[in-house]
């Protein structure tokens, strides 16, 4: 089975390949037809290609020396064509690059190689969202990442991209199962609230939402929680991906900007002629880590133990593996039955681009595949489609640029994960299948893992992103530009519970299944006028800008729930379904507008200082708080200009800069209507009445959360900028908390929404260091490491004692501690766990004995990049690091003696080993003293230790294959990696989404060809 | 060319001038309308017909997610494993079979589950009241009967609660300033709030019912959560005076003769039952409990139920129902006898019946030396039931005899069995036997660890936990 569904991968594969090749083939024949015309007198057609010395350089600008008219521009491959005649010169230029000169001495072909100009890497310009800003003169903290670094991962959302290659930003993985989320900290937890730490993510200047419209009763238990819209975003259509961390940089974007914006930049045509570029990959993963669980050897004589202290001297019987009524020679590895598959990936993109100096354009078309790991026929497909269109008039005054990504993803997955399962059942378990092929439920003792798969969850997403910027120069320095955004995104969900999931012993017919379908849409417009303005004072430029903001979005939500259908058959069809329940329809709007401002003055480069202003109005806080400002002031120091440094003409320092900025941003997370006391429908049905029900509890007064950030920085280069330092402290204080503020289940609710009077702060050092050990021209090696330094803590807390929060927080400590149990041993004489009794009552009790104080936020993370190449070889890797404590499997497992499996560690038991021992006293479940330790050591210190781990997270090798003289102009072959090698001392399966429940990230492995023609 | 060029500037910036006094004018944009799929409180309280929804969904909710929903969420199977009355047979570490096994601990989630869904019913209890009490529209009997339905609710839930948790905060408003940080109340003042509240819902609520189904509380139902009250509070005659209101009300409650018609969702002697949704659903309990395969994938009726029907009690042929394997009968609750829809729903759960109210005023005239007709009233039970009368002469034997009734005639509806066990004293002396993990604190389950944990005020946590 498994060959075919290769086989089948493969030959998918070959379709859009050798399409994709006619389709290349198709212009570029034409295009050698128009060239045999263009027969120009005494000058020669010079063509060649561009490279970095590993991938081609589109953009850069080539020209004859002393005829700038002659200029063009080299493709989105790297290569160029123009006429010269043989005794000319030719000059290529890009910003980053050293200029080339290079004699044409008759020659027709011509490919130069740019040497990387480390110093002007300075002058790159950085996307700020509103505005770009030369690095150097950077007055805030911005980090990026482009497209060479997003290619060299195979991956299907874009912030996977993004881990371990930013200092302060913190992302994690919730699931290997494909579709599923990533959770992103921007400078560590600035809300109580977990779901209101999400940052803005922009998408073209498009501001896009990332609320899931998934409906959790469908995906929860397969894709730990929602289906996420970040999954919407193809990131093999990105150009470049910034992550805007200080007030300098968030506080233009006022009330959206507490955790940080993610602006998400796509490809864009480049001028020059029709480029055709093919890009495929196929690849295979497993599982990173899995748990080390007991054999059925083990197992047993654990249970047999548990039940001789239980002093049962008859096993009952419904002790299926110790009772005889399993086999126990029996021995499976339920880890590698069930989630131990291979899962299989396919991409492949295409792209055309290209255009005249007025207009250019870009379209692209990608088709990902991904199977997963589990057992049967699951599978992940994306298609999108990107365009990108840009004008501008000859006069250079008016200029159009016209983007759209059109994404649509269809996943189809088990209804559960099957993770907990494959670590809890006994190794003798029976056998999946019977002799006939059937599920074996071996005679109802057990309930069949694989029945499971017989229900299915199904997600169908389709997300438009377009976004069209006019701009009109009014005078000399004055620009009027506007940004039209739209974004619509749809969900179809469902997921059904056929009869057949159930053993049919049970006798039930399709009258118990069950379908629940989710069909969610939101749609959303941008407005955004905005008027630059530009003007040289003094020995300076003062730039300017003003504008404003008009978003409306609207969404609504169908979900509904039928059972009971004539046959299996009809089961996704609502209209068969004996009984409807209509789970939830809702319609939600949201409005927000602002105006916003910014005042940047720039003096000779050396002296820069930014002012950055917003007035917000959101539509989620009630009348009377719905407006208010947040603004910022950032400044910067380029010392090393100063005579004073440069003046002896040592270069050992190229370059120095310190900065500054101190301001305020906030978040309006909280969804819609929360302010407004309303009842819901909950499509309960009595006797034919629907039933309504308090939708929250009521308070209309709060208001805006808001966040003050400070940051310091220097920026040092030495040697040429071959060492580059930067290092930044930062300290954020978010105030006014709005949270959900837990409340005794006697109020009728878990929570209430309010402003808390309780401050946090997330301090941190940052640090990235950026090294070229070797600059030659067959080998480079330049070095990447940063390393981030995080600290949180509760500042302050009015009355924390007597608040719902007394025992979550405590003032001067980080807001992810846990207060637990301190574990103290195993009792010699009971062989049980023992604790710490803080109160001295001679009772181990909640919650006064619970004092110990576990923190598990991250200490410290960072990444550790490498680069090199040799001649036409080219190698990445990047490792990853994260220092931090987290609970391990005790956490979730249950007792030791229990039908569960254990992991092998559990059998260093007391009384066998003593009080060395880590596992009490086995029991099957009938000694309650056991029970109330064993529950309290779930709860202790025990269960939270050490899962700091070093992950090979990326690795990649390709090779550029020679094409003098050919058609195609490049071709490069590449293997790439993710997740290769793990190091790590977790006790559990895998240290980044620490998960019992949810298969953890994918070791993959792909290979991949790329063709430029 | 120049002028029309300085034309085109003037233009422009007198355009950029309009927007800017348009955008001035414009801080109405982040005014939304009301959502159309929500209600605005006061709105839900200005029409009966929304009001009555909102009653609606406390039903709903209560044999939804509740602890008298008929799955093993409820307390017909948490207490009935708790006590000796079902044997759990399901996966490990489920709370039910910690409930079985009497290792519950206060992380127990079917713990939290009564507790938390008991007290969001009676909050949606206490938004009614409010809603009607403060509404203008609503007026006359329809208010009387909306904030009589209501009040009966907020009663019935603290009935259970106090009786499974012990000292409980008696909630009476719907400010959670106020009841985030509420105490517990001495179990008698939470019997004497519940008392009030019924007796209020006694005079407001009309002598009819709404519909012929009985799905919702009339006078006659509050009657008989009193007469319940009553009786566990040890007010005897009060307890016979409630029970007999209903029993004499022979116009509307009659004696069903066949026992497998008691369950049916006609039969005269139900007071309250619940509508199971939608038309042609039957009961939860039927779905949960019958079952068709072998062993049991949850729970079946445990030996020591089996062992105390005696010989010729019809009832163990009518109500229970078994399955043989070739070795082993395993045997089912089968009061409700449908676990599949019909054309037509046929069982609705009932809560109340004239049966209790029958063993009711027996044990209430037991203990009022009333002991010729606390036998009329047993013995009404056990002929039906194809047994013969009792004939026993003391208090002390009548009463052990109707602990007995009330044991086989009340098996596995919403907890009987555990709470007679717990109100006459006798759960330590016979489950101390039965169950090897038995503690005497077992009488009482925990307060949720999570509770204590939000609100201090609940401490201490309830004794040996």
Not at chain 1, 9 to 31: E, M, Q, R, S, V
Not at chain 1, 81 to 94: E, G, H, K, Q, Y
Not at chain 1, 303 to 324: K, Q, W
Not at chain 1, 771 to 777: L, S
């Amino acid at each position: 089975m498994k060959i075919i569904s290769l086989n089948k991968g493969l030959g998918a594969l070959w379709y859009p390949l050798i399409f994709g090749l006619y389709l290349c083939y198709t212009p570029a024949l034409a295009n050698k037809v128009l060239r045999q015309n263009q027969s120009i007198s005494q000058q020669n057609q010079i063509s060649g290609t561009i490279t970095d010395g590993t991938s081609p350089l589109p953009g850069v600008s080539i020209a004859v020396k002393g005829k700038p008219k002659s200029a063009t521009i080299s493709d989105f491959n790297g290569q160029y064509i123009l006429s010269a005649s043989p005794n000319d010169t030719l000059v290529a230029t890009f910003m980053g690059f050293k200029t080339a000169i290079i004699p044409i001495n008759g020659k027709k072909i011509i490919n130069i190689q740019l040497q990387e100009d480390i110093t002007t890497l300075q002058e790159v310009r950085v996307n700020a969202g509103y505005y770009t800003v030369k690095e150097s003169e950077l007055t805030g903290s911005i980090a990026k990442i482009t497209s060479k670094d997003i290619e060299k991962q195979p991956v299907n959302n874009p912030l996977a991209a993004l881990q371990g290659r930013m200092t302060g930003v913190n992302i994690i993985q919730a699931t290997g199962t494909p579709g599923g989320g990533f959770d992103i900290q921007i400078r560590g937890m600035n809300s109580m609230r977990t779901e209101g730490n999400a940052p803005l993510y922009v998408v073209d200047g498009v501001p896009y939402s990332s609320q899931s419209l998934g409906f959790s009763s469908a995906s929860s238990g397969i894709l730990a929680g929602t289906t996420s819209p970040l999954n919407g975003i193809n990131p093999s259509d990105l150009e470049s991906i910034e992550v805007l961390k200080d007030a300098d940089a968030t506080a233009i974007y006022g009330s959206r900007g507490a955790n940080g914006v993610v602006l998400i930049t796509t490809k864009k045509g480049k001028e020059g002629k029709t480029k055709f570029n093919l890009n495929a990959y196929t690849g295979f993963g497993k599982l990173t880590r899995t748990m080390n669980l007991m054999n059925t050897e083990q197992y047993l004589s654990m249970r047999r133990e548990a039940f001789a202290n239980d002093g049962s001297t008859e096993y009952p019987v419904n002790a299926y593996d110790v009772n005889g009524k399993w086999d126990q020679n029996r021995d499976t590895n339920w880890q590698n039955e069930l989630i131990g598959g291979t899962a299989e990936t396919n991409n492949i993109q295409a792209t055309i681009s290209g255009g005249s100096s007025g207009t250019q354009y870009l379209v692209s078309g990608t088709m990902h595949k991904e199977t997963t790991v589990f057992p049967g026929d699951a599978k992940y497909g994306k298609g999108a489609v990107h365009t990108s269109l840009t004008h501008s008039t000859e006069d250079g005054l008016f200029k159009i640029n016209f983007s759209a990504n059109y994404n649509t993803d269809k996943n189809v997955l088990p209804p559960s994960d099957l993770t907990y399962k494959a670590a809890v059942l006994a190794p003798n378990a029976p056998a999946l299948y019977d002799a006939n092929g059937n599920l074996n439920w071996e005679n109802n003792t057990w309930s069949n893992p694989l029945a499971s798969l017989n229900g299915r969850y199904t997600a169908n997403t389709a997300t438009l992103i377009a976004n069209t910027v006019l701009s009109y120069q009014l005078l000399q320095g004055l620009e009027l530009k506007t940004s039209l955004g739209y974004t619509d995104n749809r969900v179809e969900e469902s997921r059904i519970n056929p009869s057949t999931m159930y053993n049919p012993a049970f006798g039930f017919g399709s009258e118990r299944s069950t379908l629940y379908v989710n069909n969610a849409s939101s749609h959303s417009w941008t407005i955004e006028p905005q008027l630059n303005w530009q003007k040289k004072v003094g020995g300076g430029e003062i730039n300017m800008l003003a504008g404003a903001t008009f978003q409306d979005q609207k969404s609504s939500q169908l979900s509904q729930t039928g059972s009971g259908f004539p046959s299996n058959g009809l089961i996704y069809n609502l209209a068969a379904a004996a009984r409807l329940k209509i789970a939830s329809n809702h319609f939600m709007q949201y409005k927000y507008q602002a105006f916003f401002g910014r005042i940047n003055y720039n003096w000779k480069s050396k002296y820069i200082i930014n002012a950055t202003g917003r007035r917000d109005g959101s539509s989620r806080f009630g009348p009377g708080n719905r407006f208010a400002n947040f603004g910022a002031v950032g400044a910067a120091w380029v010392f090393s200009k100063e005579v004073f440094i440069n003046n002896n003409n040592n270069s050992f320092l190229s370059f120095g800069k310190l900065r500054a900025s101190y301001g305020t941003s906030g978040n309006d997370q909280i969804g819609d209507y929360q302010f407004l006391d309303t009842y819901n429908v909950t499509g309960n049905n009595y006797n034919g009445v629907i039933g309504v029900q308090p939708s929250r509890l009521f308070n209309p007064a709060f208001g805006w959360e808001t966040n003050k950030k400070l940051e310091a920085a220097i920026e040092l280069g030495f040697l040429d900028d071959r060492i580059f330092l930067t290092a930044a402290y930062y300290r954020n204080r978010s105030s006014n908390q709005l949270v959900g503020i837990p409340l005794a289940g006697t109020t009728g609710f878990s929570s209430v929404q309010a402003n808390l009077d309780a401050t946090v702060q997330n301090t941190g050092l940052e640090l990235e260091l950026r090294t070229v050990q070797f600059r030659r021209r067959n080998f480079n090696w330049t070095t990447n490491l940063n390393l981030t330094i995080p600290k949180n803590k509760l500042l302050e807390f009015p009355n924390l004692e007597s608040s719902p929060y007394a025992n979550s927080y405590v003032i001067g400590q980080s807001i992810s501690i846990q207060k637990v149990y301190h574990y103290t041993g195993i009792n010699p004489q009971t062989g049980l766990y023992t604790f710490e009794d803080y109160d001295g009552d001679g009772q181990i009790s909640s919650p006064n004995d619970q004092r110990w104080i576990e923190d598990t936020a991250p200490k410290w993370f960072g990444g550790f990049a490498n680069q090199w190449n040799y001649k036409n070889w080219a190698m990445d890797f990047l490792f990853q690091f994260v220092r931090q404590k987290a609970r391990n499997y005790l956490y979730n497992t249950s007792w030791a003696g229990d039908m569960v499996n254990q992991p092998v560690a559990i059998g260093n038991h007391w009384p066998a080993n003593g009080t060395t021992s880590e596992t009490q006293l086995y029991t099957t479940g009938e000694n309650g003293e056991a029970l109330d330790a064993w529950s309290r050591y779930s709860n202790s210190n025990a269960t939270i230790s050490d899962a700091s781990y070093i992950r090979l997270k990326s690795i990649s090798l390709s090779y550029t294959i020679p094409t003098k003289g050919s058609q195609i102009s490049t071709a490069r072959v590449y293997l790439q990696a993710q997740n290769l090698l793990t190091f790590t001392k977790y006790k559990g399966a895998d240290p980044e989404n620490q998960s019992s429940f949810f298969i953890p990230p994918l070791r993959q492995i792909a290979l991949g060809i790329q063709l430029g023609l | 060319m120049k002028y029309y060029k300085q034309i085109q500037s003037v233009l422009i910036i007198a355009l950029i001038a309009l927007i800017c006094f348009w955008l001035n004018g414009c801080d109405s944009f982040t005014e939304t309308d009301l959502p159309q799929s929500q209600l605005i409180k006061t709105a839900v309280f200005q029409d009966v017909k929304t009001a009555t929804a909102a009653l609606s969904d406390c039903y709903a909710q209560m044999r939804d997610y509740s602890m008298i929903t008929g799955n093993s969420d409820g307390i017909s199977s948490l207490m009935g494993n708790y006590a000796d009355e079902l044997t759990y047979y399901g996966v490990s570490d489920a709370p039910l079979q910690h409930f079985y096994n009497h290792t519950v601990l206060p992380s127990n989630s079917g713990v939290s589950f009564l507790w938390n869904s008991g007290y969001n019913q009676i909050y949606a209890a206490n938004a009614i009241v409010e809603g009607v009490e403060n509404s203008t529209a609503i007026t006359g009997d329809n208010r009387n009967r909306l904030k009589g339905e209501a009040l009966f609710i907020r009663a019935f839930i603290h009935f259970y609660l106090v009786n499974l948790f012990g000292d409980i905060p008696y909630i009476a408003t719907t400010d959670f300033k106020t009841n985030t940080a509420v105490s517990r109340q001495p179990e008698a003042d939470v019997y004497n709030k519940i008392i009030a509240d019924l007796l209020e819902a006694k005079n407001l609520l009309p002598e009819t019912y709404t519909s012929a189904q009985r799905i919702r509380p009339n006078k006659y139902t509050a009657s008989a959560l009193l007469a319940r009250v009553y009786l566990y509070a040890g007010n005897w005659q009060l307890a016979e005076n409630e029970a007999s209101i209903i029993i004499n009300k022979t116009a509307l409650y009659q004696w069903q003769d066949d026992l497998d018609q008691v369950f049916l969702k006609d039969s005269p002697a139900s007071i309250w039952q619940l509508h199971p949704g939608v038309a042609g659903l039957n009961t939860i309990e039927g779905r949960s409990f019958i079952f068709n395969s072998t062993p049991p994938s949850i729970e079946a009726v445990s030996q020591e139920l089996l062992d105390a029907f005696e010989t010729g009690d019809e009832r163990k042929n009518h109500w229970l129902g078994s399955i043989n394997d070739g070795t082993d009968t395993y045997y089912f609750p089968f009061k409700y006898k449908l676990n599949t829809n019909t054309g037509t729903s046929q069982e609705y759960s009932i809560i109340f019946r004239l049966e209790e109210q029958y063993l009711i005023r027996a044990e209430a005239r037991a203990y009022l030396s009333n002991l010729a007709e606390a036998r009329d009233d047993i013995n009404k039970i056990r002929q039906r039931a194809g047994l013969s009368d009792i004939t026993v002469n003391t208090s002390e034997g009548l009463l052990q005899a109707i602990l007995q009734e009330r044991r086989i005639e009340l098996f596995t509806e919403f907890g009987h069995r555990w709470f007679d066990l717990k109100r006459t004293g006798q759960a330590n002396l016979i489950l101390s036997t039965i169950k090897p993990a038995w503690k005497n604190r077992d009488t009482l389950l925990p307060i949720p660890a999570s509770e204590l944990l939000a609100n201090s005020h609940l401490l201490p946590q309830n004794q040996g936990y």
